[in-house]
């Protein structure tokens, strides 16, 4: 026999409202933000955003780092603009991009694989390429001055072995930017073999036995699993590697110096430049603030970018 009695009535619940915090609650829990912030807002301000206004206000005037500023308005800037040079710096800049982010990108994935896999002594191998990481430029800088002499050099000596002429490198102007990129990329191998590696190991299993049920290759799922499933750790990589390819600066000033006639002089070398051996310091401001539009422009077309290539998950 079915209960045909009414159902109870259910009594709503009333919502649960946030407490509501007196003033000085709100300056407490303000101040307990604060007091953690702190510790990184400090540094922050002092070595990053306080440079960086100051550097626009001196862009704005004329000083030698010694006499008195003088205003001059946004003449550092047309100047930069009409001077043949600043183009140079930037096209210099340019072509070491586009000789190092490939090179240091293949070489890293290629590790990245290769070091993915079940080898005896891995550890060991991964701990040698990152070693030049955390190496310094003035010690990587000698070693491959060494290295590159055309006179005496091991990599020379080892083309003169095949029949081979070895070019002048660093101190041929059309060989000592390329000279710089092998440097550079040899160092920061290691940086991307560990991201690249990470993304790796982060990938399902899974994925790679349903593409072996399918009947993929070795190269088709490389193609099709890994580098989709790698883009995560491939954008990061490109974006780290490109704002440090357009502020490169340590390399260039300790294997050539802008040299040789001025075949590898980039933007910071020459903000350098004209800093302290011209003493045309709001010129070198101007020119670093032109810098730091290129490159929030071109994160900025990344960010937006990445929508269409890069896959999480």
């Known amino acids: 026999m079915l209960d045909r009695s009414p159902e109870p009535t ?3 619940v009333a919502g649960i409202r946030r407490p509501v915090r007196s003033r000085r609650t709100r300056v407490t829990y303000a101040l307990t933000v604060l007091a953690f912030l702190l510790p990184s807002a400090i540094p ?3 070595f ?3 440079p960086m206004v100051a550097a626009a206000w001196i862009s704005l005037h004329e000083w030698n780092l010694i006499t008195p500023m003088q205003w001059v308005g946004f ?4 100047r930069l603009f009409s001077e043949g ?3 140079e710096v930037f096209a210099h800049t340019l072509y070491y991009i586009v000789g190092y982010l490939p090179l240091v990108y293949v070489g890293g994935l290629i590790l990245a694989l290769a070091l993915n896999r079940a080898l005896k002594g891995r550890a060991f191998w991964r701990g040698i390429y990152f070693l030049p990481v955390v190496t310094s430029w003035i010690v990587v800088a000698i070693v491959w001055r060494w290295l590159l002499n055309p006179a005496n050099g091991v990599v020379n000596a080892v083309l003169a072995w095949f029949g081979i002429d070895g070019p002048g490198w660093w101190t041929d102007p059309a060989w000592a930017m390329p000279s710089i990129i092998l440097a550079s990329a040899w160092k920061d191998l290691g940086f991307v073999m560990v991201i690249l590696l990470a993304g790796l190991q982060a990938i399902n299993p899974d994925l790679y036995d349903a593409a072996k049920v399918d009947g993929a290759g070795p190269w088709r799922r490389l193609v099709s699993v890994t580098l989709p ?3 995560p750790s491939t954008f990061f990589v490109v974006v780290i590697s490109l704002i440090n390819g357009f502020q490169v600066f340590d390399q260039v000033y300790a294997m050539t110096g802008g040299g040789p006639a001025g075949s590898t002089q ?3 070398q020459q903000i350098y430049d004209l800093t302290f051996r011209y003493g045309q310091a709001g010129e070198a401001s101007a020119l670093s603030w032109m810098l730091f539009a290129v490159i929030l422009a071109v994160t900025l077309v990344q960010v937006i970018g990445q929508k269409r290539w890069v896959h999480y998950g």
Do not use: H, I, K
């Not at 003449?75 to 047309?78: E, L």
């Open 229 to 231: 499933m790698l883009s």
């Open 266 to 268: 980039v933007v910071v």
């Open 85 to 87: 040079e600043t183009g």
């Open 10 to 12: 259910r009594t709503p």
């Open 44 to 46: 922050l301000t002092l």
């Open 48 to 50: 990053v955003l306080g």
């Open 75 to 78: 003449d550092n800037f047309a």
